[in-house]
């Protein structure tokens, strides 16, 4: 397993560009109200959200969980403008989002990178794309954040799935966007990894401080890593409950055996039960 | 250029790659030794013969030179139209309703049948020619760049626009690179079908070329001739076929390591 640059060295930050803010910039309030999400489908129209309202401050790390189907991922896409409500409205700091853009970074699970393009010339795009100085040094900058500034001339093919990831949060984050969306970024990574690029990714939000939105179906990742875990419900989907994680920042990877650990866990693991059984016993 | 040096595989392919080369040459002596008829069938070296003596007095570079021309001028119109109008048409929907009724009906009209119409248009000689090598490469060519750009992976558009790329960007960066496996191959059955194609043009509309090489020792009962033409197009288009290939792993493709 490779280091992290964060422990091995100072990473150079003192270039003249575009300096990491050192906390938040008070940008990145997330606001959703009434939102509904309907599909079309055969035996008439799916409701996958309903009347869900919700309110992220700037700089919270927030985790969306719950079994498949609960809309997890619909909310995701609503606030990354992906998808249209509808019914509702979503704000980024007052402003309506009309689709995809700079201001939201996005990590998905799968596809994340452009395999086409260097790990460098990947990181560097948005910087070039909203036209700014030196794209290249920018994105050395953020691939040495993220420990991977040896691997710039690759192909993303040639990485392992870790640090495909790693090479995508480095890209997102490049542009500096105010709010940060992840839909089970290390979802397809195994345990190991995982865990630490749990680690990594608060290290890197605790620099940031950027708004962030992960979304993930494991109970112990979201507690340990946000601030406020948002359970969903399944059928109409929507908030089940929110759970405020009061664990004690920074975290360290033995919080997890931790008594207020177990006890959030057992918390929400009895919240998931219900809506998992609920969707288990539809199926049948 | 790893392929330059001889490894166990490669000499292992190298070995079968032989004997079956010398496999046909073999069946093909036995089957002219068999008929005994260099009108039918002549030997192989009696069709080498032919090659260089074709070779010293300078018409069978000449013919080369005008298929050649004919077949990578009319290839580099087609890719020149068909590759922007595919991805213009997977990329902006109207695009895509105003030109696919059109392009599905011309599609299935085979280039020799246009030959008629190529030689009143443009003639006898290069400008038909061109005419019909473009033809038959603008559709294998725009298939596959349109199926191309239509697989586009929308994590990618996503993550695109959400570092901030406009429709120009997404065009150049997203569109095109992504669609470029399937461009190639379709440049490689469309070069194909360019060869195709040139022969027939030739064989009508034309007073040189291979296919017209072809025709006019046809009449003069030169198998042996005929022959070589044929050889000639089967090796330049197999030549070709592999430098495309190439081109594709080296500078079209560079990302793709399977």
């Given at each position: 397993?490779?280091?992290?640059?964060?422990?091995?060295?100072?990473?150079?930050?003192?270039?003249?560009?575009?300096?990491?803010?050192?906390?938040?910039?008070?940008?990145?309030?997330?606001?959703?109200?009434?939102?509904?999400?309907?599909?079309?489908?055969?035996?008439?129209?799916?409701?996958?959200?309903?009347?869900?309202?919700?309110?992220?401050?700037?700089?919270?790390?927030?985790?969306?969980?719950?079994p498949?189907?609960?809309?997890?991922?619909?909310?995701?896409?609503?606030?990354?403008g992906?998808?249209?409500?509808?019914?509702?409205?979503?704000?980024?700091?007052?402003?309506?989002?009309?689709?995809?853009?700079?201001?939201?970074g996005?990590?998905?699970?799968?596809?994340?990178?452009?395999?086409?393009?260097?790990?460098?010339?990947?990181?560097?795009?948005?910087?070039?794309?909203?036209?700014?100085?030196?794209?290249?040094?920018?994105?050395?900058?953020?691939?040495?954040?993220?420990?991977?500034?040896?691997?710039?001339?690759?192909?993303?093919?040639?990485?392992?799935?870790?640090?495909?990831?790693?090479?995508g949060?480095?890209?997102?984050?490049?542009?500096?966007?105010?709010?940060?969306?992840?839909?089970?970024?290390?979802?397809?990574?195994?345990?190991?990894?995982?865990?630490?690029?749990?680690?990594?990714?608060?290290?890197?939000?605790?620099?940031?401080?950027?708004?962030?939105?992960?979304?993930?179906?494991?109970?112990?990742?979201?507690?340990?890593?946000?601030?406020?875990?948002?359970?969903?419900?399944?059928?109409?989907?929507?908030?089940?409950?929110?759970?405020?994680?009061?664990?004690?920042?920074?975290?360290?990877?033995?919080?997890i055996?931790?008594?207020?650990?177990?006890?959030?866990?057992?918390?929400i693991?009895?919240?998931?039960?219900?809506e998992?059984?609920?969707?288990?016993?539809?199926?049948? | 250029?790893?392929?330059l040096?001889?490894?166990?595989?490669?000499?292992?392919?190298?070995?079968?790659?032989?004997?079956?080369?010398?496999?046909?040459?073999?069946?093909?002596?036995?089957?002219?030794?068999?008929?005994?008829?260099?009108?039918l069938?002549?030997?192989?070296?009696?069709?080498?013969?032919?090659?260089?003596?074709?070779?010293?007095?300078?018409?069978?570079?000449?013919?080369?030179?005008?298929?050649?021309?004919?077949?990578?001028?009319?290839?580099?119109?087609?890719?020149?139209?068909?590759?922007?109008?595919?991805?213009?048409?997977?990329?902006?929907?109207?695009?895509?309703?105003?030109?696919?009724?059109?392009?599905?009906?011309?599609?299935?009209?085979?280039?020799?049948?246009?030959?008629?119409?190529?030689?009143?248009?443009?003639?006898?000689?290069?400008?038909?020619?061109?005419?019909?090598?473009?033809?038959?490469?603008?559709?294998?060519?725009?298939?596959?760049?349109y199926?191309?750009?239509?697989?586009?992976?929308?994590?990618?558009?996503?993550?695109?626009?959400?570092?901030?790329?406009?429709?120009?960007?997404l065009?150049?960066?997203?569109?095109?690179?992504?669609?470029?496996?399937?461009?190639?191959?379709?440049?490689?059955?469309?070069?194909?079908?360019?060869?195709?194609?040139?022969?027939?043009?030739?064989?009508?509309?034309?007073?040189?070329?291979?296919?017209?090489?072809?025709?006019?020792?046809?009449?003069?009962?030169?198998?042996?001739?005929?022959?070589?033409?044929?050889?000639?197009?089967?090796?330049?288009?197999?030549?070709?076929?592999?430098?495309?290939?190439?081109?594709?792993?080296?500078?079209?493709?560079?990302?793709?390591?399977?």
């Amino acid at each position: 397993m490779q280091t992290l640059a964060l422990n091995a060295s100072k990473p150079r930050l003192a270039v003249s560009h575009d300096p990491i803010p050192a906390q938040g910039t008070g940008k990145g309030r997330i606001e959703g109200h009434g939102l509904a999400m309907q599909f079309a489908a055969k035996g008439g129209p799916v409701v996958v959200l309903d009347e869900l309202d919700i309110d992220i401050r700037p700089g919270e790390f927030l985790a969306l969980l719950g079994p498949s189907g609960c809309g997890k991922s619909t909310l995701l896409n609503l606030i990354a403008g992906i998808l249209k409500p509808t019914r509702g409205t979503v704000t980024i700091d007052g402003a309506a989002v009309k689709g995809p853009n700079s201001g939201c970074g996005i990590v998905f699970q799968h596809h994340s990178l452009f395999p086409w393009m260097s790990v460098l010339e990947n990181v560097a795009f948005g910087p070039k794309m909203m036209g700014r100085g030196d794209p290249i040094g920018t994105a050395r900058t953020f691939l040495s954040l993220v420990g991977l500034e040896k691997h710039e001339a690759a192909w993303p093919a040639s990485l392992s799935g870790g640090m495909k990831q790693r090479v995508g949060i480095a890209r997102a984050l490049a542009n500096y966007p105010p709010v940060l969306l992840m839909d089970e970024p290390f979802g397809a990574l195994d345990a190991q990894t995982r865990s630490i690029m749990q680690e990594e990714l608060l290290k890197l939000w605790s620099r940031f401080r950027t708004t962030v939105v992960f979304v993930t179906h494991d109970i112990k990742e979201a507690i340990f890593l946000a601030d406020r875990v948002v359970v969903m419900k399944t059928m109409p989907g929507g908030i089940k409950r929110e759970v405020k994680i009061d664990l004690p920042r920074p975290r360290h990877p033995d919080i997890i055996k931790s008594d207020l650990f177990n006890h959030y866990r057992g918390e929400i693991l009895e919240l998931i039960r219900d809506e998992t059984l609920k969707v288990f016993r539809a199926s049948k | 250029m790893k392929w330059l040096v001889p490894s166990a595989d490669g000499t292992r392919r190298l070995a079968w790659t032989s004997a079956g080369i010398a496999l046909f040459l073999g069946l093909w002596t036995a089957a002219s030794l068999h008929l005994n008829n260099p009108v039918l069938l002549p030997e192989p070296t009696a069709v080498l013969g032919g090659f260089l003596d074709l070779v010293h007095d300078g018409t069978l570079i000449s013919d080369i030179m005008a298929s050649l021309r004919r077949v990578i001028g009319g290839f580099l119109i087609a890719a020149a139209t068909a590759v922007p109008l595919a991805l213009l048409m997977a990329f902006y929907r109207p695009l895509d309703l105003l030109f696919s009724p059109i392009i599905t009906f011309l599609r299935p009209i085979p280039p020799i049948a246009w030959i008629p119409i190529a030689i009143l248009w443009f003639g006898i000689g290069d400008p038909p020619s061109y005419f019909i090598t473009a033809l038959a490469a603008f559709f294998p060519i725009f298939i596959n760049s349109y199926a191309g750009g239509k697989a586009v992976l929308p994590e990618h558009v996503y993550a695109a626009k959400s570092l901030g790329a406009g429709p120009r960007a997404l065009f150049g960066r997203i569109y095109l690179p992504s669609a470029m496996p399937m461009i190639t191959t379709g440049l490689r059955v469309g070069l194909g079908q360019s060869w195709m194609a040139v022969v027939t043009a030739e064989l009508i509309a034309a007073h040189s070329g291979l296919g017209y090489m072809i025709q006019a020792n046809r009449l003069a009962l030169e198998t042996g001739l005929v022959l070589v033409g044929m050889c000639v197009i089967g090796l330049l288009g197999a030549a070709m076929s592999v430098g495309l290939l190439a081109i594709e792993r080296y500078v079209l493709v560079p990302w793709n390591q399977n």
